[in-house]
């Protein structure tokens, strides 16, 4: 794959965040360094870096997907109310694949796990 530095400032700019942010948000903030990058061009990188597995997509089911930095195995908790995506600092859980594999005739090589509810900041309106 051809060095983009587009992309590597797309990459850059997730490693450094925590608040899972939307592609309209990364898009905002990379124009800061390249003022003519396209919506779409974030899109492909996006795409691209996340089947790389160089970042995570996360589809909350409410609204747009929102994308993480951070791809070592952890949990993420989505706000039914306001969409917000927050990690949880929580133990493993990979005995799920254990139980999974115990009823599933195949191999069990992995899982993704989102928990949702409501946000603390929600709680408190």
Request: aromatic share 10%; glycine share 8%; charged share 25%.
């Amino acid at each position: 794959m051809k060095y983009s530095r587009q992309r590597e400032c797309i990459r850059d700019f997730l490693i450094h965040r925590i608040d899972h942010p939307t592609a309209e948000t990364i898009y905002m903030n990379v124009r800061e360094t390249f003022p003519k990058i396209s919506l779409g061009t974030v899109y492909r990188n996006l795409s691209l870096l996340s089947e790389l597995g160089e970042i995570q997509k996360i589809s909350t089911g409410i609204g747009p997907d929102r994308f993480d930095g951070n791809t070592a195995p952890h949990y993420h908790f989505i706000c039914q109310k306001c969409g917000c995506v927050q990690d949880l600092d929580m133990e493993n859980i990979n005995h799920i694949n254990i139980l999974a594999e115990n009823a599933f005739d195949g191999r069990i090589e992995g899982h993704f796990a989102y928990f949702f509810g409501t946000c603390k900041s929600c709680l408190e309106k």
